[in-house]
């Protein structure tokens, strides 16, 4: 997956090399208002991210920036762009079930034997590459108003984990055998156990000015599950949900 992504990744530095020369050196006619259009800028916003198993838990990320080019075509635009971004929730809970192997339950209506609640506090770092297709209202009064969706790639380069249980005695409960139902092993194996790879669908609203400064508002809805092997089944096959909002200015 890491090699689909850098090759697409490089596909797409490519051909804007390829369309910025042919701007370059192409002169400006009446034709060239139907002819494509390219442009390239930063983006940077603000993330508020959670899982759809957990949809109570909204965490605000200040972690969406990057670069972003456009490829315009009268009415319509497509726009790649590589970014940074902050994903994460602050309260994870994960049941622990005294002397059950099976400890971690959650989300069943079996509630015997429950030992404490672990919450945790998961943030992943990634890098993504949305393919953005926007479509341009066709109307003089609202011109640079669009419409947007398109296919996100990410790919996961690092994690932050931590964990907090009531009672505060929680890493000290053991089972019956004397064995510790939670250590901080288990817990890193959350982060272990995300995948590393995922795509999402990315579907919103924009606005871009003839001056290049511009807005998205998205959604981004994940297709890969967070989780992979059990932790998936325990999450209810959780999926990113992400809400965002971002500034452009391309040139």
Known sequence: MKKILFAIIAICCAATANAQEETETTTTTVASHSAMDFQYGF???????????DADDIQ???????????????NWSIQPEIHYATQGVRSLQYKVYQGDDNYDTYGTPR????????KLN??????????????YLPIQMWRGINVQAGPKLSQRFDYK????????????????????????AQIRSFARDMNKFTVAADFGVG?????????????????????????????????????????????
């Open 161 to 184: 984990i931590s964990a907090s249980g009531s009672p505060a005695g929680l890493f000290a409960a053991t089972d019956e055998n004397g064995e510790r139902l939670v250590d901080n």
């Open 207 to 251: 606005f871009d000015s003839q001056s290049g400064i511009g807005f998205d508002l998205r959604c981004s809805m994940g297709i890969t599950p967070v989780f992979k092997g059990e932790k998936q089944r325990i999450f209810r096959n959780a999926h990113d949900r992400v809400w965002s909002i971002a500034f452009t200015y391309v040139f």
């Open 111 to 118: 509630q015997d034997g429950v030992s404490s609640k672990l």
């Open 60 to 74: 605000a990320h200040f972690g969406n920036w990057g670069i972003i080019c456009r490829f315009r075509f009268d």
């Open 43 to 53: 983006k940077a916003g603000l993330l508020f991210t959670t899982y759809d198993s």
């Open 122 to 135: 998961l943030k992943s770092y990634n890098i993504q590459m949305p393919i953005i297709f926007k479509w």
